[in-house]
T-cell receptor, first 115, second 110 residues
Framework: DQQVKQNSPSLSVQEGRISILNCDYT??????FLWYKKYPAEGPTFLIS?????DKNEDGRFTVFLNKSAKHLSLHIVPSQPGDSAVYFCAASRGELDTGNQFYFGTGTSLTVIP | SQTIHQWPATLVQPVGSPLSLECTVE??????LYWYRQAAGRGLQLLFYSVGIGQISSEVPQNLSASRPQDRQFILSSKKLLLSDSGFYLCAWSVGGRQYFGPGTRLTVT
């Protein structure tokens, strides 16, 4: 059962425009959410996170929005750059503190930024 | 700083052969360790996680097994590989609510 879903397998955006990647989850116990970026043949790298006590977290060109009532989060990249082309994974867990909790990953969205 | 190593980077194995993938972490002690698999067209599937030496939790029934013989060493094994075992295998460790991934091993079972 996929508890974290990314319904768009791919997304293409023009350079300089906004990229919006979406993620939905089903488990209301999740309270910590992360986005990872992955290039081919490499391990994912942490991008940005958000705790359920917030509805927005910003880091440079990257902003994550959380809508707890809708169990939905999104990653906004503004402005998009060709180097942002990668697969983006959404992940969720039941605790920000490291207690050995599982991290549940979505299936990923492949972003292509067109120069 | 912490570093995670995985080897080999790529591996081609025939069906029915054994498998051993190794992961080691440097710069931290008593990390939580994870094995994931990314199959073609799929997300990251958690296979095993470990909160300490000799403590392994399996998430998916399969012909794979994991062991943690030392604090910072995590091994993924199989006695007989299946075609469906092909994929990109990732080791990860976690701290402070974040997971950090190794470079991965591309396994092709022929």
């Amino acid at each position: 059962d996929q508890q974290v879903k990314q319904n768009s397998p791919s997304l293409s955006v023009q350079e300089g425009r906004i990229s919006i990647l979406n993620c939905d989850y089903t488990n209301s116990m999740f309270d910590y959410f992360l986005w990872y970026k992955k290039y081919p043949a490499e391990g994912p790298t942490f991008l940005i996170s958000i705790s359920s006590i917030k509805d927005k977290n910003e880091d440079g060109r990257f902003t994550v929005f959380l809508n707890k009532s809708a169990k939905h989060l999104s990653l906004h990249i503004v402005p998009s750059q060709p180097g942002d082309s990668a697969v983006y994974f959404c992940a969720a867990s039941r605790g920000e503190l490291d207690t050995g909790n599982q991290f549940y990953f979505g299936t990923g969205t492949s972003l292509t930024v067109i120069p | 700083s912490q570093t995670i190593h995985q080897w080999p980077a790529t591996l081609v194995q025939p069906v029915g052969s054994p498998l051993s993938l190794e992961c080691t972490v440097e710069g931290t002690s008593n990390p939580n360790l994870y094995w994931y698999r990314q199959a073609a067209g799929r997300g990251l599937q958690l296979l095993f996680y470990s909160v300490g030496i000799g403590q392994i939790s399996s998430e998916v029934p399969q012909n794979l097994s994991a062991s943690r013989p030392q604090d910072r060493q995590f091994i993924l094994s199989s006695k007989k590989l299946l075609l469906s075992d092909s994929g990109f295998y990732l080791c990860a460790w976690s701290v402070g609510g974040r997971q950090y991934f190794g470079p991965g091993t591309r396994l092709t079972v022929t």
